[in-house]
C-alpha cells in the first residue's frame, strides 16, 4: 500500500519572495544595458520564472524549453528528454537559463549542450534552489537562491507526479509516521 506523505515546510513564500529579489537585483545590474533571452526549462520553473522575470528592468525576451527526467515517483530517470525546444533565435544572443531545481544536474547540463549548438553570445544559468547532494555531472549556477537538503521537495512550481505545483511554499515531502 502506498504511504501517506506529509509536507513539511522548508522555505517560506517570504524567503522565497526575498531571494527571487535578490536575483533580480543582480540580473538587473549584470544586464543592465543588454536585451536578454530568458528561457525557462519547463514544467518547475513556471512560478519562478513568472515572479523573477516581473522584477527585470531590462528588455527581455522570454521562450520555453520542456525536458523531463522524472518518471513518476521521486527518483530521476537518469536520461533526460528534451520535449519541446525554444522557438526564438539563440544565435548572437545573451541566454540566461531558469530552472527550479538543479539536482544531479543533468536537466540543465543536456540542455547547455543544446545551447552551445546553436551559438549563442553568452549563457548564464539561474537557479532557485541548489541540491549539490545528488549531482551526478558539474554545472556552474551562475545565479542561485538557496542551497537546499537532500530532500524530495515540491512548491513553488516543484511537483509530484504532477501534484504540489501549486504550493506558495517549498515543502519536503516525507512519509507520515
Ligand atoms: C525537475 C526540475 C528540474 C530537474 C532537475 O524537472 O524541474 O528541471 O528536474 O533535476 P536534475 O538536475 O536531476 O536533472 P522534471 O524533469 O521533474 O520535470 P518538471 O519540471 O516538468 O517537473
Known amino acids: 500500500m502506498e504511504s501517506k506523505k506529509v509536507c513539511v515546510p522548508l522555505l517560506s513564500r ?9 536575483l533580480a537585483a543582480e540580473l538587473n545590474r549584470d ?18 520564472m513568472a515572479d523573477l522575470t516581473r522584477q527585470l528592468e531590462m528588455p527581455v525576451e522570454i521562450d520555453f524549453a520542456r525536458l523531463s527526467s522524472y518518471g513518476p515517483g ?7 528528454r528534451l520535449i519541446s525546444s525554444p522557438r526564438i533565435d539563440i544565435r548572437g544572443r545573451d541566454v540566461i537559463v531558469l530552472e527550479d531545481i538543479i539536482d544531479t544536474g543533468l536537466t540543465v547540463k543536456c540542455f547547455l549542450k543544446y545551447l552551445q549548438r ?11 534552489a541548489d541540491k549539490p547532494a545528488r549531482r551526478r555531472v558539474a554545472v ?3 545565479y542561485l ?3 537546499v537538503p537532500d530532500r524530495f521537495l ?8 504532477e ?3 501549486n504550493l506558495p511554499d517549498i515543502c519536503a515531502l516525507e512519509d507520515s509516521v
Not at 521521486?74 to 533526460?80: I, R
Open 14 to 22: 517570504e524567503q522565497i519572495a526575498a531571494a527571487v529579489g535578490r
Open 31 to 48: 544586464y543592465r544595458r543588454k536585451h536578454p533571452l530568458v528561457i525557462g526549462i519547463l514544467k518547475g520553473c513556471y512560478v519562478f
Open 74 to 80: 521521486t527518483e530521476t530517470s537518469g536520461k533526460v
Open 118 to 128: 546553436r551559438q549563442p553570445a553568452s549563457v548564464k544559468v539561474c537557479a532557485l
Open 140 to 142: 556552474n549556477i551562475d
Open 145 to 147: 537562491g538557496f542551497i
Open 154 to 161: 515540491v512548491g513553488y512550481g516543484l511537483d509530484c507526479d
Open 163 to 165: 501534484k504540489y505545483r
